[in-house]
């Protein structure tokens, strides 16, 4: 309790020092906390940077964990005003490596080998050091070139300290906000947990590169690299060393003659089968972890590593995305405003047709740029920031899916500047789409599913009954949720509310501590 304390006021002080507080003028706070800002030391450091950097800075120095938070805040549009979420997208969780051997003892630990037994050769210098684990070159006995990554010592405990932390303040604010109740902070930070958690594990990671490398299996697009799940434990990875040249090293890939037009198809065709065939997919695809093989440069493939992080995609959702997706490439704005609301993403009192002009207005001057300039996954991004005011609100899984388009898309076109994703992509999606609700592929599905069915008819009348008493509480729901749509608009812009949020929270979260 006591070093949660501590580490609360560090927390609260790096905060105050980047004069976060400036935004909470607006609230209506306790006495005794606005008295507490005001005679704070705080006061003496400059406020005059924007919001987004001040907030970039206090997150950076609180540790890593507060970085990638930071960078998952940074994907959700619906949580986070535009240009924090701009300036959020530049942190960087690289750490200085830690002793190499700390890592041989933890790998001889876990493997209970020598390392001489396990490696003919260990390279004593990191490859690369994150916040999370750093890897090292090594040959395994037999001469087979590995990458071992072993996770960071203490990591777990800094981990569990700050989630706690996270937990109680988003318990916290949710008492106080409306709006932090309706953008379920306290499960955001639960899924965040999730995540980081299953990063720390080593045997994730590995199922989740074998479950890739079957996905892709005799297929020429993407190249996944081997796990030695005999050689796998929860703090130590053993894997294939690939060799490639870095997807943002063009120079090489120029002098080589790599045909950079279908290197670029080829990577918006990996996004396409990741999401919508093998609803399986890598959720960092950032340059650091992809690779080119230029062996045949009139035919390059892709390599990529690091797979802690996958996203999945309900039945539901996979399907509305892929409508979306058809509906912007058409400049459908009616039928984008209409999935938005049908998936429940958007307020359920949200009026269709003030929706779709408030994503015409966002996307209709973007459609007015040369088409090569134009960036499918920057549209998405678009069309959620105005769907804000809305009260948008969806599942991280979807932001993981707009993060990848917009890493795959942004690496296309800096491979290829006319890169066209709409002339691949929707052709693909309509046959998608039509395959997908096929009659005979419907009736197979019915006859898998045949024994669901049965129970359900059998509850039909139960759950009839229940509808039939919900039907004559609809107008009533639909006035009071009326009701507390205008009462929210009444409050704080949106632009401000969600940070302004985050700071309240370790105010009242601190001040508890202090008085208690």
Known sequence: MLKDLFRLIKILHIFLKARVDSDLEEFNLPKLIRLFLLISPWKLYSAKEPRGKRLKKALEESGPIFIKFGQLLSTRPDAMPSDI??????????????????????IEKEMDSSINEIFSDFDKEPIAAASIAQVYSANLADGEPVAVKVVRPGIRKAIERDISLMKRLARYIEKKSNDARRLKLLKLVLEYESVILAELNMKVEASNIKQTKRNFVNNN?????????????????????????????????????????????????????????????HADMHPGNIFINAKNPESPSY??????????????????IGRMLVAVIG???????????????????????ELENTIRAACEPIFDQPLEKINFGEMLLFIFDSARKFNLSMQPSLMLLQKTLINIEGLG?????????????????????????????????????????????RKLPEIAETAVEQIGKIETYQKESEERHQELLSKLSNEKRFFNLIILGFAIVAFGFLIS
């Open 85 to 106: 979420a701009n300036t959020l997208k530049s942190l960087q969780d690289d750490l200085p490596p830690f002793p190499t051997d700390q890592a041989t003892n933890l």
């Open 221 to 281: 697009l993407l190249y996944v690299p081997e796990a030695y799940l005999d050689l796998t434990s929860e703090n130590v990875l053993v894997m294939e060393r690939i060799e490639g040249i870095p997807v943002d090293n063009v120079e090489v890939l120029k002098e080589l003659g790599v045909d950079f037009k279908l290197l670029a198809e080829r990577g918006v065709e990996i996004f396409l089968k990741q999401v919508f065939i093998d609803n399986f997919f």
């Open 303 to 320: 390599v990529a590593v690091d797979y802690a992080i996958v996203g999945t995609l309900s039945e539901e959702e996979q399907f509305q």
């Open 331 to 353: 400049r459908n704005f009616k039928e984008v405003a209409n999935i938005l609301i049908e998936a429940k993403w958007v307020n359920a009192s949200t009026r269709q047709n």
């Open 413 to 457: 076109k800096q491979l290829y500047p006319s890169l066209d994703f709409w002339s691949i992509a929707n052709p693909f999606l309509k046959n998608w789409i039509s395959e997908r609700y096929d009659p005979k592929k419907i009736t197979e599905w019915a006859k898998q599913n045949s024994l669901n069915w049965i129970e359900k008819a």
